[in-house]
């Protein structure tokens, strides 16, 4: 069973930023994508940002020129980092990881709390 473990979330003031972490407990070549979706309270789950093997980025509108996703094959993480945080940026956010291109998304991680106020 693969699992993924998120770190890195906390409060944050408006402007700030932070940097999640996801390790993975198998190689993470082993897959074709890797993800960060976020669900803020009373919202649907929405993906963040994603990044395949082959290193082709995705990015929600929303958060475009502020976040960036990134991998250490070596270490076998995915990062977010995170710049210029809104207090709509706030919520549960999650790892998840793909076996296939137009598969669903296999593997989630237990999620991490980011809070965006002042």
């Known amino acids: 069973q693969v699992q993924l473990v998120e770190s890195g979330g906390g409060l944050v003031q408006p402007g700030g930023s932070l940097k999640l972490s996801c390790a993975a407990s198998?190689?993470?070549?082993?897959?074709?994508?890797l993800g960060w979706y976020r669900q803020a309270p009373g919202k649907q789950r929405e993906l963040v940002a994603s990044?395949?093997?082959?290193?082709?980025?995705n990015y929600a509108n929303s958060v475009k020129g502020r976040f960036t996703i990134s991998r250490d094959n070596a270490k076998n993480t995915v990062y977010l980092q995170m710049n210029s945080l809104k207090p709509e940026d706030t919520g549960v956010y999650y790892c998840?990881?793909?076996?296939?291109?137009?598969?669903?998304?296999?593997?989630w991680g237990q999620g991490t709390q980011v809070t965006g106020s002042s």
């Open positions: 990044i395949t093997g082959g290193g082709r980025i």
């Open positions: 198998r190689s993470i070549f082993s897959f074709y994508a």
């Open positions: 998840s990881a793909k076996n296939f291109e137009l598969g669903p998304w296999d593997y």
